[in-house]
């Protein structure tokens, strides 16, 4: 009876006929009623290659739920554990638990997510120790267990990401992206560094996300993967358009819509993000060209205030240069100034003897000079100081205060 039902199980599974056929082609309906005759005494007496096929079962329907019915999904994946954990089947119990994890974290209970996740990993530390398969007398592969640490570290990468933990989630991610590429898996890490990228725009830092969007680019590009080449351009689209830079990011943006104008069918989400950058883009680039016209107008404007200045400078100039010339020429035909007038001490005695109403001969008396040596001093003082007579040099002279 057990024999048989371990042939039905695996018979539903590789056929998938009758009854309601989950997104994979399996066939639950079937399956749930085959799995529903593993009373607790059938599983008790079960030999370990039938309880194998059991948990595989029960696993399948906790997968094949997972989109259908989450409670019914979560059932199965405890009756899965209930049939691993007591008998250190260590791969299945990191399944399970990873998908406990997965459901939790969908219903953002991420505290009950980190518990089985953290519960998964610690399966696959067993499993890296040494843990025995039941379907390998090697062991586990070194490549499985990697395997099951990359998908979990991802995992976790996320959790910490929505919990605000960001040192934490690129911790994880790191260690996702070693094991990628130890194994050359090229697309794994284009996606991986693409979800960094997008992480490090939200925290806004712009200079770590356009690392993380290059380095997308470059793996896409080592994998020859056009849609993840699409999807790296779509960061750096993003990148640009939130930096201003309008024509690098409409470059990027435009070969993503181009790409997806030839695959309708992919995407059809992102290809919308993808429009919707593009039209914020656009609408960036339409207020810069219209603040790069106001701003030459201004300039225009500006430059012809300066010419304008400039000219009624020149002219200034030109009229202060005429002025200058003029007042240097009328200064030139203007006759010496008195007070730059130089006497010799003969004639500051004589000036000031004139000044005492002294008479010729008296002042050439009391200087012992000769009545004609005074009369010629007197002309020739009456010439220094430009003036008509001995009464006009005597007050020109008090007034300049030569005497």
């Not at 062991?139 to 960001?166: F, K, P, R, T, W």
């Not at 200079?207 to 849609?227: H, L, P």
């Not at 995407?267 to 219209?290: H, S, V, W």
């Amino acid at each position: 009876m057990k024999k048989v039902l371990l042939l039905t199980l695996l018979s539903l599974l590789a056929t998938g006929v009758y009854g309601y056929n989950d997104h994979r082609g399996h066939n639950l309906d079937s399956l749930e009623r085959a799995v529903a005759k593993w009373t607790p005494d059938a599983v008790d007496n079960a030999g370990d290659e039938e309880l194998i096929g059991l948990n595989i079962a029960y696993r399948e329907l906790m997968l094949g739920y997972k989109q259908i019915s989450r409670e019914k999904s979560i059932f199965y994946a405890r009756k899965a554990l209930g049939i691993s954990q007591p008998r250190g089947w260590k791969a299945a119990d990191a399944d399970a638990l990873r998908y406990l994890g997965q459901f939790f974290y969908a219903r953002e209970q991420y505290d009950s997510a980190l518990v089985y996740y953290n519960a998964s990993l610690a399966a696959v530390d067993a499993m890296a120790a040494g843990a025995v398969s039941p379907t390998d007398s090697k062991g586990y592969s070194e490549q499985l267990i990697d395997d099951y640490y990359s998908a979990l570290y991802g995992a976790v990468g996320n959790l910490h990401n929505m919990m605000g933990n960001i040192p934490e989630a690129m911790d994880y991610y790191a260690k996702a992206g070693a094991i990628f590429d130890k194994y050359g898996w090229n697309e794994s890490n284009s996606v991986l560094w693409y979800n960094i990228g997008e992480t490090w725009m939200d925290e806004g830092d712009n200079r770590k996300a356009k690392e993380a969007y290059d380095k997308s680019v470059g793996y896409a590009q080592a994998a020859n993967d056009s849609t993840l080449l699409i999807v790296a351009y779509k960061g750096l689209g993003r990148l640009y358009t939130e930096e201003g830079q309008t024509r690098k990011a409409l470059r990027y943006l435009r070969e993503v819509n181009a790409w997806y104008t030839v695959h309708p069918e992919d995407g059809p989400e992102f290809r919308r993000e993808n429009l919707e950058l593009i039209d914020m883009a656009l609408t960036q680039q339409k207020k810069q060209l219209g603040w790069m016209l106001a701003g030459s107008v201004l300039v225009i404007v500006l430059l012809a205030g300066l010419l304008v200045v400039a000219l009624r400078l020149r002219k200034t100039r030109h009229e202060k240069a005429e002025a200058s010339e003029l007042i240097e020429e009328v200064l030139q035909e203007l006759p010496p100034q008195r007070s730059d007038i130089k006497l010799s001490q003969r004639e500051r005695d004589i000036l000031d003897l004139l000044s005492k109403g002294y008479t010729a001969p008296d002042i050439a008396g009391a200087l012992g000079l000769s009545n004609d040596t005074i009369r010629w001093y007197r002309k020739k003082l009456i010439a220094k100081f430009d003036v008509a007579n001995t009464a006009e040099l005597i007050s020109t002279a008090k007034d300049m205060g030569v005497i």
